[in-house]
């Protein structure tokens, strides 16, 4: 594998969290010359979305995603209705933004329930209620499938191939709005992570998460490590992701209360930069 063009990186914001706000991430991006951004959704309310799009504007930063959508399996019909109604105000402000997409995290059982089909039953229904308002607004919907570790609390989508039966079950003549986010902390381990990603091919691969996966993981959530301190084989992900056609930024989302966040945010953006053209 060649090394990838430095231009394709890009930062999700989280990785910074705990060191920036939204504003200083922008303008971390700018000074470091990275590219792209994905914003999370409460930095982007702290920080106006008007001040928001003005600084990313000015910088001429590429927005690779906006995190997050998603979160409908709810106890009852109003929460079921709220989250669809908040889905619809995400979608505005990934419009707003100019998003490459809006990243859709499914959600988990609500509360009490252990019908896990029924959960994913109602994702289904989630997104079928707001793709027509997500492509009225030429927001692409990116379904990111998560890790079965999160299937209760965060995500019931666990796979990729699940994500793409979703993606054919409500777009079934692959009309474009409607894909997928592939995130390598997710989906390393999947004996079919490289047909399943030759099968989504160009329209669907819609954003593409890097970071590794560390050995031992010492918390589940939190504990994402900088590519190539861990076991994910990035260059052969990449290799496929491109042979599928994929040519969008590579997004560096990396959640470490142990590590990363803990150092210098410019020092991060460094070696995201460097590990970057090393590893991935
Ligand atoms: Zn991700």
């Not at 999160?150 to 793409?164: G, H, P, V």
């Not at 050995?215 to 900088?226: A, C, F, K, S, W």
Request: net charge negative; hydrophobic share 45%; with cysteine.
């Amino acid at each position: 594998m060649s090394t990838p063009d430095p231009g394709l990186l890009s930062l999700n914001t989280a990785t910074v969290r705990k060191q920036w706000s939204l504003a200083q991430a922008i303008a971390g991006c700018a000074r470091h010359c990275i590219r792209g951004i994905s914003p999370w959704r409460h930095q982007l309310h702290e920080m106006g979305i008007e001040a928001a799009v003005h600084a990313i504007k000015g910088h001429d930063l590429t927005v690779t995603g906006l995190c997050r959508g998603g979160l409908f399996p709810a106890a009852d019909a109003a929460g079921r209705y709220a989250a669809i109604e908040e889905n619809l105000r995400a979608i505005n402000e990934a419009h707003a933004l100019r998003a490459q997409c809006l990243v859709l995290v499914a959600g988990g059982l609500p509360k009490g329930s252990k019908d896990v089909a029924g959960a994913r039953e109602q994702v289904r229904e989630g997104i079928a209620a707001i793709l027509p308002h997500a492509r009225n607004a030429g927001v692409p919907l990116a379904i990111e499938p998560l890790h079965p570790m999160y299937a209760a609390d965060r995500a019931c989508i666990n796979t990729l191939a699940q994500a793409l039966d979703l993606c054919d079950a409500l777009d079934p003549h692959n009309e474009g709005g409607l894909g997928v986010a592939l995130d390598v902390y997710h989906v390393w381990w999947d004996p079919q992570l490289a047909s399943q990603i030759k099968r989504a091919g160009k329209t669907r691969l819609l954003a593409f998460h890097i970071c590794d996966w560390l050995v031992p993981t010492r918390d589940l959530l939190n504990d994402r490590g900088m590519m190539g301190d861990g076991v994910i084989d990035l260059p052969r992900i990449r290799s496929w992701m491109e042979q599928a056609g994929y040519t969008g930024l590579h997004e560096v989302e990396i959640f470490s209360k142990l590590d990363w966040w803990q150092r210098d945010a410019d020092e991060v953006l460094e070696a995201c930069k460097e590990r970057h053209q090393q590893f991935c």
